[in-house]
């Protein structure tokens, strides 16, 4: 240290002044007593008795048992039956949380102990050992860069670092901002609505400061606040696809031109770049509720020329996902596996609902099939799944792990927890088979 | 004479050996750590609290490491970290702080004291923390970035923009060109 900096170190030492009081360790056993007995939803071992009896009370009272013998499955605090509703958003709004929900968040200390002090899901683990590393009203949408995962909340974009899902940087963003963002090597593209244009945002990845952006002026007016564009750029990002509504725009980014543009026969939910570039795969939602969605193959060297047009199943699509020989798409609460070969496609998972959406990710080679009380791999080209994880979801278990990432050789995704209103940014190991 | 509580699953936990003993001789310099994070004592002591109640369960295994310290600050700071974005609110950096240290300095004292911490409030939290783990807690900026599991060039980075900060005060910057001119 420089004397200038051991001079501020002693100022700090005569600055900061002694405590009015210590802490003593009955303060600490009062507290750990007082976490312990107040977790509202714990699993405890007498609880099957305790249903039991309740049952047999109900049965004995002549009562309306059915809903009587629902409610047994929650502990005396449990919320009401609205409770499952609870993994929703608004259910967890920093304003009716606890400051002090939960335990610390504690990032993992190899050099310490064997046993990581990082903050474990409570009651046992989630699945794969999942882990919450940060608790905060996260999207449940994850993305990331290579040395960083990407997390909103509420407005307010977090940058996470490896290992430890630290924030390492947090700025505020536009109001009218649209999730997820676009992540490529040089920046995060997030799409802000205007009325008569999306802005393109251009964020540095590191910084998250603007460094630049791109309007690409939209004939519909798209001001909803539920209505969410889609992005998508080839692997090199040299050409980016921005989908509105109807309207399919393929821009360059180095100059903001848009080079095309189509319509399509339906509002377009998905967009997703093949491995090579070569095609652009579009995810259609046909007009109307409870019709059938398609997927729509562009040809992007020939001027986004419709190779094909499939279709996919009833319902939404929310997300496309591109691998090698695959698409992977998401319709309402289920992902669907389509191989390129033959266009036929299967169900790979089931897994939405309760507010926290299904979704195919690809991270570490393979891709990442999550949903609500489900988590698996599966083989990139094949789509066979390679190994699956299950979870009940009872009591603070994570009932959820979704929107899996791999940063630096870290596993990230979001957590929820079936009756916490416990949220945020999770990290897991995954077994070998997904490895 | 131990004490015990229950865990999660209705158990009896024991107070682990040592914990009171640590607690006893520790807990005053973690509150004067915690509190040169958040600059009240409520807040600090929530802090510290809340760190001693995470090392209850792993204490076996920080005593084995003879790390329990380093651990205890290490859930204070990302604690302190994690807690910033929801008390943003309540914390209003002031030129005049409303803890007042010590009555027995004189005023020339007081004022330098009241300069430095009035600078440091108004850091932002990582920033904040990264002085703090530097120049109060004495670790080094490999000690600093394993504790807020950060990159060397990130607490460089943090520790030279919060040094920059800390000049701009006058009567901080006087005091450190003073040091300057006793070389």
Redesign the interface.
Same mark, same amino acid.
């Given at each position: 240290?420089t004397?200038?900096?051991?001079?501020?170190?002693a100022?700090?030492?005569?600055?900061?002044?002694?405590?009015?009081r210590?802490?003593?360790?009955?303060?600490?056993?009062?507290?750990?007593?007082r976490?312990?007995?107040a977790?509202p939803h714990?699993f405890?071992?007498?609880f099957p008795a305790l249903a039991a009896a309740c049952v047999l009370l109900v049965i004995a009272a002549a009562s309306v048992w059915l809903i009587s013998g629902h409610s047994t499955h929650s502990t005396p605090t449990a919320k009401s039956p609205s409770a499952s509703t609870s993994l929703l958003p608004t259910a967890t709004s920093?304003s009716t949380r606890p400051?002090?929900s939960g335990?610390?968040?504690?990032?993992r200390?190899s050099?310490?102990?064997?046993?990581p002090?990082t903050r474990q899901l409570?009651?046992s683990v989630g699945p794969w050992s999942a882990r919450g590393l940060?608790?905060?009203d996260l999207d449940f949408v994850l993305v990331s860069g290579p040395d960083a995962a990407y997390g909103l909340?509420g407005r307010?974009l977090d940058r996470f670092?490896p290992?430890?899902g630290?924030?390492?940087e947090?700025v505020q963003l536009d109001p009218n901002t649209r999730w997820p963002p676009l992540v490529t090597p040089r920046a995060l593209w997030l799409m802000v609505m205007t009325d008569g244009a999306i802005i393109l945002q251009m964020r540095d990845p590191h910084t998250l400061q603007k460094i630049g952006s791109l309007r690409v002026a939209t004939a519909l007016a798209f001001m909803e606040p539920n209505w969410v564009p889609v992005l998508a750029a080839n692997s090199d990002a040299s050409k980016l696809f921005l989908a509105n509504a109807n309207q399919l725009y393929s821009i360059n980014p180095a100059d903001g031109v848009v080079e095309h543009r189509m319509s399509v026969d339906g509002h377009i939910g998905g967009l997703a770049v093949s491995p090579d570039g070569s095609r652009l795969y579009v995810g259609v939602n046909a007009q109307g509720s409870g019709k059938t969605a398609s997927l729509l193959i562009l040809d992007i060297e020939r001027g986004l020329s419709t190779i094909s047009k499939t279709p996919l199943a009833d319902g939404l699509v929310t997300n496309l996902l591109a691998t090698s020989g695959a698409v992977w798409a998401t319709v309402a609460d289920t992902v669907y596996f389509m191989s390129l070969t033959d266009l036929g496609h299967r169900q790979v998972v089931t897994a939405g609902g309760g507010g926290l959406p299904a979704s195919a990710t690809l991270a570490g080679g393979v891709v990442w099939l999550t949903g609500l009380g489900s988590m698996a791999c599966a083989d990139a080209s094949t789509g066979e799944v390679r190994a699956e994880a299950r979870n009940s979801g009872w009591g603070n278990m994570a009932n959820y792990v979704g929107s899996v990432q791999l940063v630096a050789g870290h596993w990230f995704g979001t957590f929820a927890t079936n009756y916490s209103d416990d949220r945020g940014l999770a990290g897991f190991t995954p077994p070998a088979a997904c490895r | 004479m131990g004490?015990?509580?229950?865990?999660?699953?209705?158990e009896s936990?024991s107070?682990p050996s040592g914990?009171?003993q640590f607690?006893?001789t520790e807990?005053?310099a973690?509150?004067?750590f915690a509190? &040169?994070l958040t600059g009240d004592?409520g807040s600090?002591?929530?802090l510290?609290? +809340?760190? @001693?109640?995470?090392t209850?369960p =792993?204490w076996d295994?920080?005593i084995? &490491?003879d790390?329990p310290e380093?651990?205890v600050r290490?859930?204070i700071v990302? +604690?302190f @970290?994690?807690?910033r974005?929801? =008390?943003w609110n309540q914390e209003i950096p002031t030129v005049e702080l409303q803890?007042r240290?010590?009555d027995s300095d004189d005023y020339s004292?007081v004022d330098?004291?009241q300069a430095?911490?009035g600078v440091?409030m108004r850091l932002p939290p990582r920033q904040r923390a990264v002085?703090?783990l530097?120049?109060?807690a004495?670790l080094s900026e490999a000690q600093t970035a394993?504790m807020?599991?950060?990159s060397l060039g990130?607490v460089k980075r943090h520790s030279h923009d919060a040094?920059a900060r800390?000049r701009s005060e006058p009567k901080?910057a006087a005091?450190?060109l003073e040091?300057?001119s006793?070389?």
């Open positions: 240290m004397d200038e900096e051991h001079r501020l170190a100022l700090l030492q005569q600055a900061v002044p002694q405590p009015p210590s802490i003593t360790a009955e303060d600490i056993t009062a507290q750990v007593a976490r312990a007995t977790a714990r405890v071992p007498w920093p400051r002090n335990d610390p968040v504690v990032p200390q050099d310490v102990t064997a046993e002090p409570p009651d940060y608790g905060g909340e307010l670092e290992p430890y630290n924030i390492a947090q | 004490t015990s509580a229950l865990t999660a699953r209705g936990l107070e914990l009171r607690i006893e807990s005053p973690l509150l004067r509190w &040169a004592w600090a002591e929530d510290v609290q +809340t760190a @001693l109640v995470a209850w =792993r295994s920080l084995r &490491a790390r380093f651990y290490k859930v990302t +604690t @970290l994690r807690w974005r929801r =008390r803890h240290p010590g004292a330098t004291r430095v911490l440091l002085i703090v530097r120049y109060f004495d394993d807020l599991g950060c990130t040094l800390l901080l005091i450190l040091s300057r006793d070389d």
